[in-house]
Structure formats: C-alpha cells, structure tokens
C-alpha cells in the first residue's frame, strides 16, 4: 500500500513538482515519519528502490505549514477572534508543529490558550470512541483548567481528535482551517 501510495502521489504532483498537503496532522506525520523509515524485518524496507528515490523528492506539507507559510501572507485579518482555545495533536508535537499553530492562532486572536494540562486526548484512532473512558481520563485536567472560560472557537488539527475533545470538554472543536477561513479576508489588490 505505502508503494501504491508513493506511485499516486508521483503522478498527482506532477513528479514532485506540486506539493502534497495534508489536512490531518497524524496523517502527515505518517508521510513523514513512517514511509521511507519503517523496517519490516532484516534488509527488508516498505518502498521499492524507485519509490524510495520517488518518495525523496516529494514535497510534503502539513496543513499548519500550508496556513502559515502559503495562506495567511495572501489573507488580511478582517474578523479577529478575541479568545481561542488550541488542542495540539500528539503528532503535531511530535512533528514540532505546536509553534506554528500557535503562530498561526496569534494572528487571528487577540489571546490563544494552549492549557498547561493538554496532552493525548487518547483519540488514538478509533480508541476513544470504543473506550470513552480513556478520552474522559486523558482529558479531565484539561477540562477542569479550562472550566468557565469562554473562547470564540476552539481549534485542533485532526477530525478524531476534534470529535472526542467536543465530546469531552464540551466546547465545538474545528480544524484550525476554519480559525483561519473565519478571521482572514482576501488581500485587496
């Protein structure tokens, strides 16, 4: 599948030369992280030689990268919020993404909170949702450090991780797309 993978995205980039983007954080950090490095056993590699060499030459982004460097310079910030709420995913720390979303954020809120206490909302997957208890575990301090704030939005960067939070801090988590869609207007001229 991860050759398949490589193969399509070889012919949808145009071999390399449009970037691929993707929208949820631990889905890139898969394509980052997993293709080229995971081992299967000795001397035994998951990309063929020629979707390896493919595979470098790939431009992939995550979305917080995308916002950051490629839309808001193109946007002004015409609607902006005054408190958000930020929920990083494990692999957007893992992938070192927690500034840019943050950088992200401060340009369209006067305050961003990232609570002390976040963490692994135990999404993992499909976990939360078999197991509620792990997600109401993981979640409870920082559910409790935020308890009586009031945010214009509050925002993370993968659709499970999103569903669990809203479901166990009880507030309407979004992709950080919709921070962005919701404060920026097009630049005029």
């Known amino acids: 599948m991860a050759n398949r ?102 340009q369209c809120a006067d305050e961003v909170v990232i609570p002390n206490h976040w963490g692994c909302c135990a999404a993992s997957g499909d976990r939360g949702f078999m197991y509620p208890a792990l997600a109401e575990s993981a979640t409870r301090d920082e559910r409790l450090e935020i308890a009586g704030r009031q945010f214009d939005g509050a925002y993370s960067l993968a659709k499970t991780c999103e569903i669990v939070l809203t479901s166990e801090i009880k507030l309407n988590y979004e992709s950080v797309a919709y921070l962005v869609d919701e404060s920026t207007i097009a630049k005029s001229g």
């Open 5 to 106: 993978l490589v193969e399509h995205f070889w012919q949808w980039s145009d071999s390399g030369r449009i970037p691929i983007f993707c929208d949820t954080t631990s889905c890139t950090h898969t394509l980052l992280e997993s293709l080229l490095n995971e081992d299967f056993g000795k001397g035994y590699r998951v990309l063929s030689s020629e979707n390896a060499d493919r595979y470098a030459k790939l431009r992939i982004m995550d979305l917080t990268t995308w916002l950051h460097d490629h839309a808001l310079p193109r946007l002004d910030i015409g609607r902006k919020k005054r408190a958000v709420l930020l929920h990083p995913t494990c692999a957007c720390q893992q992938l070192g993404l927690t500034p840019t979303l943050e950088a992200i954020a401060r």
